[in-house]
């Protein structure tokens, strides 16, 4: 089945966050992988070129193989996944979690040029390689002003990056996640007061 790659897929502000959040419910019996069928690098690259078009500026995603691709572009999505859980939880990285995300990004740029100037990705309007861009993204949620903007979102676990100017913001999406915690504690409200009754 392909994927709906819906805004709301791109609530992590930041391609290496995106590509974080295509496991949905990491380590949950649910979960799933968003990106297990190859084939959805290319329209996972495609959909992310429109939202994350600041990010990239204005230069689009290509995808020259992706079944070759594939393994490389999980494990960097694990190592990206990895290290910045451990730094929201913990505030530093988990053990050999930043090593094994500097292996993978070295991996993803190896070979490509074309990436540099004013800003990781000014330059010339041409396609730029997805693993490359990637590595730019994850490497540069290394700053310390952006790793304190860091979030997991409680309702759905996933990683954001919060831009909010007192950086209070709590959901990945308040449209979809803040709602559906509103609905949950209606429910439970509702549920309470019911059993309250039958104890009357
Ligand atoms: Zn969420």
Known sequence: MTV????????????????????????DPRGFDRLEDPSEIVRFAAAASRHRSGELAERRL???DAEAIHPLVIEMREAIDSLF??????????????????????EGLDGHDGIGGAGPFEGPGQGVAF?????VSALSLLSGERAGRLRVCPNCRWLFMDRSRNGSRLW???????????????????????EERRHE
Request: hydrophobic letters at 40%.
């Open 172 to 194: 990945c999406d308040m449209a979809v996640c803040g709602n559906r915690q509103k609905a949950k504690r209606h429910y439970r409200r509702r549920r309470a007061t019911g």
């Open 131 to 135: 693993e490359a861009a990637l590595a």
């Open 4 to 27: 709906h790659w819906t805004q709301h897929r791109f609530a992590g502000g930041v391609l290496a966050l995106d590509t974080a959040n295509t496991v949905v419910l990491r380590g």
């Open 85 to 106: 859980r451990s730094m929201v939880a913990d505030g530093r990285p988990g053990p050999g979690a930043l090593p094994r995300l500097l292996r993978a990004c070295a």
């Open 62 to 64: 290509s995808v020259s």
